[in-house]
T-cell receptor, first 114, second 117 residues
Framework: SQQGEEDPQALSIQEGENATMNCSYKTSINNLQWYRQNSGRGLVHLILIRSNEREKHSGRLRVTLDTSKKSSSLLITASRAADTASYFCATDPQLSGGYQKVTFGTGTKLQVIP | NAGVTQTPKFRVLKTGQSMTLLCAQDMNHEYMYWYRQDPGMGLRLIHYSVGEGTTAKGEVPDGYNVSRLKKQNFLLGLESAAPSQTSVYFC????????????????FGPGTRLTVL
C-alpha cells in the first residue's frame, strides 16, 4: 500500500488564489519530499523537509511537517496557470538496515484557471 | 547535461513480444530506479539499483528484469509482454540515500508510454 496519501485528489482554483494540498503517511520518516508532474512529463523535485524540521519555504512554496500527526501540507501562494500539474508527496521511511525505498503517494491534481 | 533520458518514448507491443527500455543518466548517480505509473495508482517501484552491477526488486517486479552493467545505464526488460503491463514507465536516479548521509532527491526521465495489445 502507498505510504503517502494526498488530499484532495483534485483541486480547481482561480489564478491568484492559494492552493493547499495535504499528505498523510503511516510510518516514521527521515524526510518527506514534494514533486510536481506536468501532463505527459516526468516528476520534478520541488522541496524536501527533514523529520526534524517543521516548516520550509522555497519561493511561492511553503511546506509544513507535523510528525506527531504524520502529515505534511504544501501551500502554493498566488497561483499561476503554469502551476497546473499533479503534485506528489514522497516519504523516506525511517527503518533499520539496508536501502529503504522512497514511496510516492497517488497525487493531487491541481488546475489553476486563468 | 541531459539529466535522465529514456528510449523509446512510445511503443506498442503485441502480447508475448519482448522489449527493452533504456535509461541513461549523466549525473554520476549511484542509485537508479524504474517505476510504472497507472491512473489512480501513483508511482510503483519495479526494480532499483544501488550501484553498478547491482539490482534489487521493488514493489511490483513480476514480469520484468533489469540490468545495470554500466553506472550510467539501467535497462528494463519485458520478456513476454502482457496487457497488464500497459503503463507509463519512468526511470529515475539519485546521488545518494538519506541513510548514507545525503539528499535523496530523485531526478526523473520523461517517461515511456507502452501499450500492450
Amino acid at each position: 500500500s502507498q505510504q503517502g496519501e494526498e488530499d484532495p485528489q483534485a483541486l480547481s482554483i482561480q489564478e491568484g488564489e492559494n492552493a493547499t494540498m495535504n499528505c498523510s503517511y503511516k510510518t516514521s520518516i527521515n524526510n518527506l519530499q514534494w514533486y510536481r508532474q506536468n501532463s505527459g512529463r516526468g516528476l520534478v523535485h520541488l522541496i524536501l523537509i527533514r523529520s526534524n524540521e517543521r516548516e520550509k519555504h522555497s519561493g511561492r512554496l511553503r511546506v509544513t511537517l507535523d510528525t506527531s500527526k504524520k502529515s505534511s501540507s504544501l501551500l502554493i501562494t498566488a497561483s499561476r496557470a503554469a502551476d497546473t500539474a499533479s503534485y506528489f508527496c514522497a516519504t523516506d521511511p525511517q527503518l533499520s538496515g539496508g536501502y529503504q525505498k522512497v514511496t510516492f503517494g497517488t497525487g493531487t491534481k491541481l488546475q489553476v484557471i486563468p | 547535461n541531459a539529466g535522465v533520458t529514456q528510449t523509446p518514448k512510445f511503443r506498442v507491443l503485441k502480447t508475448g513480444q519482448s522489449m527493452t527500455l533504456l535509461c541513461a543518466q549523466d549525473m554520476n548517480h549511484e542509485y537508479m530506479y524504474w517505476y510504472r505509473q497507472d491512473p489512480g495508482m501513483g508511482l510503483r517501484l519495479i526494480h532499483y539499483s544501488v550501484g553498478e552491477g547491482t539490482t534489487a526488486k521493488g514493489e511490483v517486479p513480476d514480469g520484468y528484469n533489469v540490468s545495470r552493467l554500466k553506472k550510467q545505464n539501467f535497462l528494463l526488460g519485458l520478456e513476454s509482454a502482457a496487457p497488464s503491463q500497459t503503463s507509463v514507465y519512468f526511470c529515475a536516479s539519485s546521488y545518494s540515500t538519506f541513510s548514507s548521509g545525503g539528499n535523496n532527491e530523485q531526478f526523473f526521465g520523461p517517461g515511456t508510454r507502452l501499450t500492450v495489445l
